[in-house]
């Protein structure tokens, strides 16, 4: 299985600032790496999708980028909407593992 | 509008069995993948299964191998997962999630709102 480990594991930052997730890959693969935003009570949300393509409908304040073993999700001017918790995924092969999560809080 | 709504999910003694349903609309239900993931109270997302479009291939967590079985019916529009053999450690929200999984391209686009297991005596 390929183990996903995300760091850091929360994060504090303020409006308008520039943040960047890590996502590390226990084997290599391309780009099947997914990156999910969730809310407190909510279902997850896709906001990028083969390492570095933007869903749509997302802000393109969100980007990602990577390949292999390591990746980022990186937020440009944080909105508050974007203080949540955020999952990398794999969908390289089965089982489709998800890192532990990041959660971005506001400072 | 892509609308994914869960069903079947309550409280279950240890052991016992329960069948979640997820009803589809807006899209063109039998062209997609499904997956069912789950979250226990206060942790992280975990897959737990998936089924391609036409219910041929189905693939599983080991933590549910043997216990679960995922099924679909192109005709309903609806996905299903079959629990047995409960266990307290599959308490959790258990959402169901759109793939298009396209030239290997696979990702979760739409997920249903979720459903709450809880396992316990």
């Known amino acids: 299985d390929i183990q996903m480990t995300q760091s850091p594991s929360s994060l504090s930052a303020s409006v308008g600032d520039r943040v960047t997730i890590t996502c590390r890959a226990s084997?290599?693969?391309?780009?099947?790496l997914n990156w999910y935003l969730q809310r407190p009570g909510k279902a997850p949300k896709l906001l990028i999708y083969?390492?570095?393509s933007l869903q749509s409908g997302i802000p393109s304040r969100f980007s990602g980028s990577g390949s292999g073993t390591d990746f980022t999700l990186t937020i440009t001017s944080l909105q508050p909407e974007d203080f949540a918790t955020y999952y990398c995924q794999q969908t390289d092969s089965t089982p489709y593992t998800f890192g532990q999560g990041t959660k971005l809080e506001i400072k | 509008e892509v609308q994914l709504v869960e069903s079947g999910g309550g409280s279950v003694q240890p052991g016992g069995s329960l069948r979640l349903s997820c009803a589809a609309s807006?899209?063109?239900?039998?062209?997609?993948?499904m997956h069912w993931v789950r979250q226990a109270p206060g942790k992280g997302l975990v897959w737990v299964s998936r089924?391609?479009?036409?219910?041929?291939?189905?693939s599983y967590a080991d933590s549910v191998k043997g216990r679960f079985t995922i099924s679909r019916d192109n005709a309903k529009n609806t996905l299903y997962l079959q629990m047995n053999s409960l266990r307290a450690e599959d308490t959790a929200v258990y959402y169901c999630?759109?793939?298009?999984?396209?030239?290997?391209?696979?990702?979760?686009?739409?997920w249903g709102q979720g459903t709450l297991v809880t396992v316990s005596s």
């Open positions: 807006g899209f063109t239900f039998s062209t997609y993948w």
């Open positions: 084997q290599s693969f391309r780009t099947s």
């Open positions: 089924i391609n479009s036409d219910g041929s291939d189905t």
């Open positions: 083969a390492a570095s």
């Open positions: 999630a759109r793939d298009p999984c396209t030239a290997g391209v696979c990702y979760f686009n739409y």
